[in-house]
């Protein structure tokens, strides 16, 4: 008797409608699809959400409302029973998904679209609610399928709704990826192809700000593979937006979305009515420099760097070249000028290609970046002392070059064009006047805008020479070459001479004694392949052999040192370490101000010339040390030697790509003054004393760097 009854229970069930939390799935290699529900059971009249559930194959991906460059949302067609409702598709915030040179907004992996629906409220418990839905959607990886699916979802209708335990983390999680209404002020505008949105809050800051990027809702009013840039302060965030073909909105709308300190990811959406391009409180504003101004500012920088020390070396070799130029054919003068010129434009070009690069990996990377590597350091410091070595006589390149001797020797223009791409690497650690403008808004500029502002700069830095190109008639003014140039070359040695020992000084304060001693033996192996490599060149047979072989194993051991140098810890007291300050904390001035005293913070790095030059001229007189004493100001210096996104984030939220940066924080409160990049005693006492009301500006009379 009891067998039967159980086979006739087994049977009913089976019978009976199958209560479940999630439909049949639809699958495909790709993706598994179901329709879920957050009930287990429904209650008349009281809504409750399901969700097209995504499970994506890895590589895979569907798209946002707006999917950026190409693509298009899933889409979900409800069968209801009579009377009841249901709301439109909640879209969780998407992610950038890059394919080649497009992006699109997507999602990848396990995604939930959720949505509202609401029964009738004559159904009685007992009956069941059934929901049928058509869903179709695009999944793309290299190539895009269409794919499609029908779904049937069955609950049972009781006196009070029964959440799904199993499902209810499913929602929760969706709920926490739907974007929030922003609690911060929004402003947009744009000029030309350029724009930003300006986030204002009191919770906003560079600690609370790790990433951020703005999704809007509309496609193609902005260039979704363009980067937009972040700039942060307390209180406030601003984005580069770059435009895109289609036409701009009445309301710009979308979704920001931020990834905090933690690394944890928020979205909000925001609205703002498009006008003027918006700034930073504290600055004003030069990433939204009209193109044609950043490229004169560019150029201008990059002629006035010519006179900066850290080019000094180099100008020794132009000298040396322009001397060997006199009297040559106009054709030969126009080849090497422009021999030089592309040298110095392209490397120009290839340093805003690597800034670029970095920045959209997500890295930190400014102005100078790479002096913050100690191998990068080493390495220019050796090519100081072999290029010393060469211009000494020690060893040469394509043949002696004795008493009127040969313009160029062979492969001379190669030789000018490396010149040139070794001027604008060690002219990295100085900042000219107008560049730091320049080279904040190049990086809030779409990529051709970025690489036309450093291909202005190179122009700017080349002018000099390049001037022999259009007028090559110049060189025949100068002394015909003779033995005062052989012994003008062997002079030029001992700038290239200090450069390389201030280089080991730079390095010192990047890894402590333990770099400089693998700097030195290193640098004792290039002076020794140098000399191997010149005993060869004036030897045959056998002794030729030996000389080059010795060369070689010079560099090799050399070489072998870089991995030391690279592993070298930094030292504990930092170059930046300026007299009298104490190091920057965003805490620390916080609290200075706090206190009611006027804050000045120096950014700078052991391999910023310009830094130093202006700690000496400017900062460490009798008179502004004064000054701070006489008013309790506050002095912060920030380490910048080795990088960190620390003051990066501080670099860029006042308009600037690297350092020397000067802040100056009035006392009673206010956004803080950016000193120019050239500091004088006189400059710096007038910021002390003007007040807060100027904050903002530029003591110099220039408009101060956003």
Not at 300 to 315: A, D, K, T
Not at 568 to 574: E, G, K, S, V
Not at 689 to 696: K, N, Y
């Amino acid at each position: 008797m009891f067998r039967p009854m159980l086979l006739t229970a087994a049977i009913l069930a089976l019978a009976a409608p199958a209560w479940a939390g999630e439909s049949a799935p639809v699958r495909s290699e790709r993706a598994t699809m179901t329709l879920a529900a957050e009930m287990a059971s429904v209650a008349p009249g009281q809504p409750f959400r399901i969700g097209l559930r995504q499970r994506l194959a890895p590589g895979w991906h569907t798209y946002w409302t707006n999917p950026g460059d190409a693509g298009t949302p899933p889409e979900l067609a409800l069968t209801l029973p009579e009377g009841a409702t249901a709301g439109e598709i909640q879209w969780p915030a998407p992610h950038r998904i890059p394919f080649g040179p497009l992006v699109n907004y997507g999602y990848e992996g396990n995604t939930l679209l959720p949505l509202t629906v609401t029964p009738p409220a004559g159904l009685q418990p007992g009956q069941s609610f059934t929901i049928q839905a058509q869903g179709n959607w695009l999944i793309c990886e290299q190539v895009c399928i269409p794919e499609e699916g029908s779904f049937t979802l069955t609950l049972p209708v009781e006196a009070t709704a029964r959440p799904d335990p199993a499902m209810a983390p499913l929602f929760q999680q969706a709920e926490a990826e739907l974007p929030r209404p922003t609690p911060w002020q929004a402003t947009a505008g744009f000029q030309g192809q350029q724009g930003a949105l300006l986030l204002s809050g009191e919770d906003i800051s560079p600690q609370s700000v790790k990433e951020a990027f703005f999704f809007p809702a509309e496609w193609g009013v902005l260039d979704h593979a363009g980067a937009q840039p972040l700039q942060v302060e307390a209180g406030a965030l601003r984005i580069g937006l770059p435009r895109g073909a289609a036409e701009l909105p009445a309301q710009l709308a979308g979704v920001v979305a931020i990834t905090d300190g933690a690394g944890v990811r928020s979205a909000y959406t925001v609205s703002a009515t498009p006008g003027p391009v918006p700034a930073l409180p504290g600055a004003a504003g030069t990433s939204g420099l009209p193109l044609g101004q950043a490229l004169l500012w560019a150029a201008l920088g990059g002629l006035i760097l010519n006179l900066m020390p850290c080019v000094f070396p180099i100008l020794a070799m132009k000298a040396l070249a322009i001397a060997r130029l006199s009297g040559a054919a106009r054709a030969e003068v126009r080849g090497h000028a422009a021999s030089y010129t592309a040298g110095v434009v392209l490397s120009f070009l290839l340093l805003g290609g690597v800034l670029l690069a970095l920045r959209l990996a997500g890295q930190s990377a400014g102005w100078g970046f790479q002096f913050t590597s100690p191998v990068f350091v080493a390495l220019t410091g050796w090519v100081m002392l072999a290029v010393g070595l060469n211009l000494s006589g020690v060893f040469h390149f394509g043949g002696p070059v004795g008493a009127g001797g040969g313009l160029a020797g062979r492969g001379g223009h190669l030789g000018s064009f490396a010149t040139g791409g070794l001027a604008v690497l060690v002219a990295t650690p100085c900042t000219a006047p107008f560049m730091a403008a320049a080279i904040g808004a190049a990086m809030a500029l779409p990529p051709a805008g970025t690489l036309a502002v450093f291909g202005a700069m190179g122009l700017g830095m080349a002018a000099p020479y390049a001037l022999l190109a259009l007028f090559p008639g110049l060189a025949n003014r100068l002394p015909r070459p003779g033995l005062w140039m052989e012994r003008l070359k062997q002079g030029l040695a001992f700038p290239m001479y200090g450069a390389a020992l201030w280089l080991l000084w730079v390095l010192a304060q990047l890894t402590g004694p333990e770099g400089l001693a693998a700097a030195l033996a290193g640098g004792l192996a290039i002076g020794f392949g140098a000399w191997a490599l010149g005993s060869a060149q004036g030897a045959r047979g056998r002794g030729r052999l030996l000389g080059r072989g010795g060369a070689a194993i010079a560099l090799l051991l050399a070489a072998a040192l870089l991995p030391r140098l690279h592993d070298a810890p930094a030292p504990t007291a930092a170059a930046s370490a300026e007299a009298g300050s104490e190091p920057w904390s965003e805490a620390g001035v916080a609290a200075a101000r706090a206190a009611g005293r006027p804050v000045f913070v120096n950014l700078t790095a052991a391999w910023c010339i310009t830094c130093k030059v202006n700690e000496r001229v400017a900062l460490s007189t009798d008179a502004v040390r004064g000054a701070f004493a006489q008013r309790n100001v506050a002095y912060f210096t920030g380490d910048w030697t080795r990088g960190g996104e620390e003051i990066a984030t501080l670099l860029r939220a006042h308009g600037r790509e690297g350092v020397p940066l000067y802040l100056v924080y009035p006392a009673g409160g206010g956004a803080p003054q950016v000193l120019p990049q050239i500091l004088t005693e006189s400059i710096v006492l007038r910021a002390l004393e003007a007040p807060a009301t100027t904050a903002g500006t530029s003591p110099a009379g220039q408009a101060t760097p956003g």
